[in-house]
């Protein structure tokens, strides 16, 4: 299929050769190979920017993507009593540090800066972090936390901007750059690097800026005050839309209604779909997931992996761990997934 445009959908692109008038990217389809063509390559592989750039090293389009990994370690707690707001405590070594509510019954305290090379996807909060997060968080709290509080630890790795002045990761800049490379041929591949989840929508039109000239005609910027999916709450007003799904599904427990529509909003009637009792959101496991919610996830939101489900789209997997639970509840979603899925 030769389209405008085609999203990987998930699935992994593991080559991108550059045509005369198209890329054809080919992906790893659980197994099995696809490919597709377009006539733009965004790159938008975030902490493996440079690895998907690199697949089409070689092609003149392609220009090499460098970036720093500096890796980012949280710990979650139990709510800690009476922060029930977020707090940023300033550290000793001038770095701030932040304390926040975190679903209904937890506390997240981040983030650390260390630069790694190597894999992100193996990038995990070292013994190191815990201490110096837990250490930075007692400086400020009357009942001192332990390691023994942690219930769950997690780090993610921010992909900035090389530069090769800077050693201080803390000093890195935040900001998003693009990369765009063989415009002048109508076959670009433009690449994203860092950014930020606030600013992402200014970054997304900065990308149809930057494209815009390979695509005569195409419409001006549309989204500014497009809600997305899910958010058109109606007047905004959150507490008021649960209450009227409480009424509307009494048979849902209050927990399960709050979580629901805390990861949906609007669309959490599209989740309980035809269901008219709580049985028939099929099994339920803590945090306010159900069989339901997963085959929801799996068909609408790209979900492919038991972790997808309890650790990405929602956080059910830190209300299993509280409760003891996580190994069972996470064999019982597997079990849920379509095929033979991680
Ligand atoms: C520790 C930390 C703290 C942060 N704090 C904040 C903050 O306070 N505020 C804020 O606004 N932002 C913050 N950010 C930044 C924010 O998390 C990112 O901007 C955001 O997650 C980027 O989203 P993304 O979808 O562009 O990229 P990512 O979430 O990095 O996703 C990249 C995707 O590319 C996929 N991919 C990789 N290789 C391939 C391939 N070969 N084929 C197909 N897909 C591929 C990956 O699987 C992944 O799903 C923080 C980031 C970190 C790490």
Redesign the pocket.
């Known amino acids: 299929m030769r389209g405008l445009w085609c999203s990987?959908r998930?699935?992994?692109?593991?080559a991108l050769a550059r045509g005369d008038e198209a890329w054809t990217a080919t992906l790893d389809v659980g197994g099995r190979t696809e490919t597709c063509q377009a006539r733009v390559v965004v790159n938008?592989?975030?902490?493996?920017a440079d690895?998907?750039a690199a697949?089409a090293r070689g092609n003149a389009a392609a220009a090499a993507v460098q970036l720093r990994l500096v890796?980012?370690?949280?710990i979650v707690v139990p709510r800690i009593a009476g922060a029930e707001a977020g707090f940023l405590f300033q550290n000793i070594d001038g770095r701030v540090v932040f304390v926040l509510p975190f679903e209904t019954a937890f506390t997240l305290i981040?983030?650390t800066d260390v630069a790694i090379s190597g894999s992100p996807a193996v990038a995990t909060c070292s013994a190191e972090e815990e201490a110096y997060l837990l250490a930075a968080a007692n400086r400020f709290l009357a009942r001192p936390l332990e390691r023994g509080d942690i219930v769950w630890r997690f780090?993610?790795?921010?992909?900035l901007q090389a530069d090769e002045d800077q050693s201080n990761p803390s000093a890195l800049s935040r900001d998003y750059a693009l990369d765009l490379s063989g415009a002048g041929a109508g076959t670009a591949m433009l690449s994203?690097i860092?950014?930020?989840?606030?600013?992402?929508r200014r970054l997304a039109e900065a990308v149809m800026d930057r494209l815009a000239p390979l695509f005569p005609g195409l419409r001006p910027a549309w989204t500014a005050s497009r809600p997305l999916p899910g958010g058109d709450i109606p007047n905004g007003d959150f507490d008021l839309y649960v209450e009227g799904l409480s009424r509307l599904y009494a048979w849902v427990p209050e927990a399960m209604m709050l979580a629901l529509a805390r990861r949906h909003g609007t669309a959490t009637r599209e989740v309980i779909g035809d269901a008219r009792r709580l049985e028939d959101m099929g099994p339920l496991f803590p945090g306010g997931l159900s069989a339901r919610e997963v085959g929801y996830l799996v068909a609408n939101e790209w979900a492919m992996t038991a972790d997808d489900i309890l650790w990405r789209r929602t956080k059910a997997g830190l209300h299993a761990t509280l409760a003891g639970c996580e190994e069972d509840v996470t064999a019982a979603v597997r079990a849920l997934l379509p095929s033979k899925r991680p």
């Open positions: 990987t998930g699935w992994r692109v593991t938008a592989a975030g902490p493996w690895r998907v697949l890796k980012g370690s949280h981040g983030t780090a993610g790795v921010r992909p994203i860092g950014g930020k989840v606030t600013t992402y």
